[in-house]
C-alpha cells in the first residue's frame, strides 16, 4: 500500500529530528546539541507501522543578521521539493507539511513564515500543520498559538495552517520531581492521518493502537526516569524507615503518567492520582514490602545498595501499575471513580511477587554495583511484568 509524505521544516534547533523520533518510536532522525544544525540533507523516514513516511530537511539558520535566513535551506528544500513533484511516481508526493516552531521561543517573525512559503512554494495548495515544539509551558501555549497565527496572517493573505498543536517529543526535566511529560504526539499523529488522502489513509482502528503504544512507550520512559530518580534518592547514606521519601518523585510519575493518557482534569482525577500515592507511600501494601525487604538476613551488602533496590523498585512497581490503570481507563475499560480497584491493582504490585522480585534483584548485587546496573535490572523485572498484564 501506497504511504503518504509529511515534510517537516523549520529553523535549526526547533527539534524535528527528536518531533520525528516521537513519532516513529524510534531514533532514527539524529539529535543533539550544538552551534550547526543536525540535519544536512533531506532525509525519508520510512513509518513502518503508521501510513505516512516523515522528510527531515535542512533548518533554516541565522545567516548575516538575525532577521535573513540561509538561502541555502531554502535552495536545498525548493530543489527536493520540485523534483519531488515532477516525479512521475506519486509515492513521491508530499501531502502535508509539519511546519515546527520553537515552544521556548518568545518572537516569531514574518520572514520565518515567507521562508517557509518560499522552500515549499511548489506544494502550496499542501495542507500545513503548525507543530508548536517544547511547548512545556502550559500558560504560554494560548500566546504560542496566537504568536503563530499573527505571523501566518502577516506573511501571507491566502496560506494559514490546517492545524497549530502544541507538543512536548521527549520528557522535560527541571529536578526529578518537576518535569513536563511527553505530550500531544497522538493528537499529531491523528491530524496527520485526517489530512492525508483517502486512499493512503489508514483505519482508525489501526491509527488508535499506534497511538496508544505510543502513549504506552512515553508513560514507561517516564517511569524509567523516576526509577533512576528513586534509586539515588536510596543510595544518599540516611535512614530509608519508609515510602515517603519517595513521595515527590511518586507524585510527579503518576501526574506525568496521567498527562499522557489525558487524565488530568477534574476531582475524580485527583482522587485517583492521590490514591494511587498513597498506596505508594502510606499504605500497608508499601510499609510491608519495605519491612519484609529490610528483614532479608545473610545480605552482605551496604544500606545504600539496599535502600536503592528497593526506592526503585517500589517507584518502577508503581509507575508500572499506574500506567495498566490509566489505560484501562482511557480504553473505557475501567471508571475512573472505581477507587477500590485501582487500590486493589496498585497494592497487588507491591505484594508477595515483588517482594521477591525484589529479593532476587538483592542477591544478585554488591557494594560495587554501579547505580545504573541497578536501575536496568529493576526497569526489566517490572516492564516485563507489565507487558504480560
Known amino acids: ?48 507501522d503508521i501510513d505516512f513516511n516523515l522528510i527531515d530537511t535542512v533548518g533554516f539558520e541565522p545567516a548575516k543578521t ?30 502535508i507539511i509539519w511546519f515546527c516552531i520553537d515552544g521556548t521561543a518568545a518572537k516569531l517573525f514574518p520572514k520565518t513564515i515567507k521562508d517557509l512559503i518560499r522552500a515549499t512554494s511548489i506544494w502550496k495548495d499542501v495542507p500545513i500543520i503548525a507543530v508548536i515544539t517544547k511547548s512545556y509551558s502550559q500558560p504560554d501555549r494560548e500566546k504560542n498559538i ?55 489513509r489508514i483505519s482508525k482502528e489501526v491509527v488508535a493502537n499506534y497511538k496508544l503504544e505510543r502513549r504506552r512507550s512515553f508513560a514507561q520512559t517516564v517511569v524509567l526516569s523516576s526509577t533512576a530518580a528513586a534509586a539515588t534518592v536510596g543510595a544518599v547514606p540516611i535512614p530509608f524507615a519508609d515510602a515517603l521519601l519517595l513521595q515527590p518523585i511518586e507524585i510527579a ?26 498506596v505508594g507511600t502510606i499504605s500497608t501494601a508499601a510499609k510491608a514490602a519495605i519491612s519484609a525487604l529490610k528483614a532479608i538476613p545473610g545480605l552482605n551488602i551496604g544500606t545504600g545498595v539496599i535502600n536503592a533496590v528497593i526506592a526503585s523498585g517500589i517507584v518502577a512497581a508503581l509507575g508500572e501499575g499506574s500506567i495498566y490503570v490509566f489505560e484501562q481507563i482511557y480504553l473505557g475499560n475501567k471508571d475512573i471513580s472505581d477507587v477500590d480497584w485501582v487500590r486493589k491493582i496498585l497494592e497487588s504490585q507491591l505484594a508477595g511477587s515483588f517482594v521477591e522480585k525484589i529479593k532476587g534483584a538483592l542477591e544478585t548485587v554488591s557494594d560495587g554495583t554501579d547505580t545504573k546496573d541497578i536501575i536496568r535490572q529493576i526497569s526489566d523485572l517490572f516492564t516485563q511484568n507489565q507487558k504480560k498484564k
Request: hydrophobic residues 40%; aromatic residues 8%.
Open 146 to 200: 496566537e504568536m503563530v497565527k499573527q505571523a501566518f496572517e502577516a506573511a501571507s493573505k491566502t496560506i494559514r495552517p490546517r492545524y497549530i498543536i502544541p507538543v512536548i517529543a521527549e520528557a522535560y526535566y527541571l529536578t526529578d520531581s518537576v518535569f513536563a511529560p511527553p505530550e500531544g504526539i497522538p493528537e499529531l499523529i491523528d491530524l496527520t492521518n485526517d489530512l492525508l488522502p483517502e486512499g493512503i
Open 253 to 278: 510519575e503518576i501526574n506525568g503518567i496521567a498527562a499522557i493518557y489525558g487524565i488530568t482534569k477534574g476531582d475524580q482525577a485527583r482522587l485517583l492520582k492521590n490514591t494511587i500515592v498513597e
Open 1 to 48: 500500500m501506497a504511504k503518504g509524505n509529511v515534510l517537516v521544516v523549520g529553523n535549526s534547533g526547533v527539534g524535528k529530528s527528536t518531533l520525528i523520533n516521537a513519532v516513529l518510536g524510534e531514533n532514527k532522525a539524529a539529535a543533539g546539541f550544538g552551534i550547526q544544525g543536525t540535519s544536512s540533507e533531506i532525509t525519508v523516514y520510512e513509518g513502518e
Open 66 to 95: 538575525f532577521f535573513e535566513f540561509k538561502p541555502k535551506a531554502i535552495k536545498t528544500v525548493r530543489e527536493w521539493c520540485k523534483k519531488a513533484a515532477l516525479d512521475d511516481n506519486t509515492e513521491s508526493d508530499v501531502n
